[in-house]
């Protein structure tokens, strides 16, 4: 089974921290992906990476930054949190079908 | 523009009852598509998909879906519904022809009622 692992589930910070968000995979899957979920609104694309070191903007990457250092690894970065970006954060890896981990409820206060 | 609409926020059936969740997309090509579902505060787990040949894909937990190009639906299906299908379920298209994204619809919101 592909194992898709976001390192926390809950995640509480304050207004202007840096924040890290962390997804490894163990399938070696090229395509990695940061979804943004919430209510009414689905899944917005923040940014994807089709290979280590590359990235791409999804639809809404304002206010956030990846890194992508080892295939295994793509990391959400969240420069300055503000209270907008609280949010459930899911992580998904995948060539042709995408795989999700269990995402991240972060929220800034 | 690669776009996926799910017109149905939110649906109630009974218990038993037939269902079928509504999913349209808009792309250039070909589409990859996929039906999710995501249980409270879980991710989100494939259900089905279809790549290509027969347009009637089968699914896990008794799941089925339509492909019809001409009407660009993939609509969900299931004869009778269990309490344990509430959940959020999610369509998506994937363009793999633009660097491998998959696009997501906005949910559909299941509550299954005794």
């Known amino acids: 089974d592909v194992k898709v692992t976001q390192s926390s589930r809950y995640l509480v910070k304050r207004t202007g921290e840096k924040v890290f968000l962390e997804c490894v995979q163990d399938m070696d899957h090229e395509n990695m992906f940061w979804y943004r979920q919430d209510p009414g609104l689905g899944l917005r694309l923040i940014y994807f990476?089709?290979?280590?070191?590359?990235?791409e903007k999804g639809d809404i990457p304002e206010g956030y930054s990846v890194s992508r250092e080892k295939k295994e690894r793509f990391s959400l970065i969240l420069e300055s949190a503000s209270t907008n970006q609280t949010s459930m954060y899911l992580c998904?890896?995948?060539?042709?079908?995408?795989?999700f981990g269990q995402g991240t409820r972060l929220t800034v206060v | 523009a690669q776009s996926v609409t799910q017109p149905d926020i939110h649906i109630t059936v009974s218990e038993g009852a037939s269902l079928e969740l509504r999913c349209n997309y808009s792309?250039?090509?070909?589409?990859?598509l996929f039906w999710y579902v995501q249980s409270p505060g879980q991710g989100l787990q494939l259900l089905l998909k279809?790549?290509?040949?027969?347009?009637l894909v089968q699914g896990i937990k008794g799941f089925e879906a339509e492909f019809k190009r001409s009407q660009s639906s993939f609509n969900l299906r299931k004869p009778s519904v269990h309490w344990s299908d509430a959940a959020e379920y999610f369509c998506?298209?994937?363009?793999?022809?633009?660097?491998?994204?998959?696009?997501f619809g906005t949910g559909t919101s299941l509550t299954v009622i005794p």
């Open positions: 998506a298209v994937g363009a793999f022809n633009t660097g491998n994204q998959f696009y």
């Open positions: 990476s089709y290979d280590v070191k590359m990235k």
């Open positions: 279809y790549f290509s040949g027969d347009t």
């Open positions: 792309y250039g090509a070909t589409p990859y």
């Open positions: 998904a890896t995948g060539d042709t079908e995408a795989f």
